[in-house]
């Protein structure tokens, strides 16, 4: 069985491939993925899911096409430029480029993260930082106990932060076209 070291540093993305599990690998950290998230967060999940999905297909038929497809974990997020691989809940993806057999590479256009006791800190700064640095467009962080998000928007390299967003608002994700309810 090939595992790594919980949190020891110095990983290589070569390295992850042959870890037996779900594993994240941020700056060459390893965060082990298990156990699954609660049930809370899986409803949450499924519901941004469909909704990121049902708005995408509508807007395509009002505008006439796009290619904008939402992804859900467990899905390998590559990010140029950095020794590692993130399991984001949710991301969306307009450029087809970025779409690779074995996952995503590139920076996506929107990614959603859940939080959870257990991952909370290293969404709020590991990946903060990270896709910040790797041009990710949009960044909407989930707490389902508090029933609030924050949606964070790159701007010249850094986020900026929205006020929160509670529960039952509508917020217009990728630029304001993609109009969704939170919750």
Known sequence: MNLPPLNSHGHT???????????????????DMTP?????HQRVSGRLYLALGNALEEGKRKAGGGECEVFAAPVDLYLPGQESVFQPD??????????????????????VEILSPSTASRDNVQKRWAY????????????PSEQVAMLLRLESGHYVDSAPIQW????????????????
């Open 90 to 111: 949710l991301a969306v993806i307009c450029d087809p480029a970025k779409l690779a057999p074995h996952g995503i590479v590139g920076a996506p256009d929107l990614i």
């Open 13 to 31: 993305v070569e390295e992850w491939k042959t870890w037996e599990g779900r594993w994240e690998l941020i700056n060459g950290v390893a965060y």
């Open 168 to 183: 039952g608002a509508v917020v217009g994700l990728l630029g304001g076209k993609l109009p969704i309810t939170l919750g």
């Open 36 to 40: 699954a998230p609660s049930l809370e």
């Open 132 to 143: 910040a640095a790797a041009g990710v467009s949009e960044y909407l962080i989930v707490d």
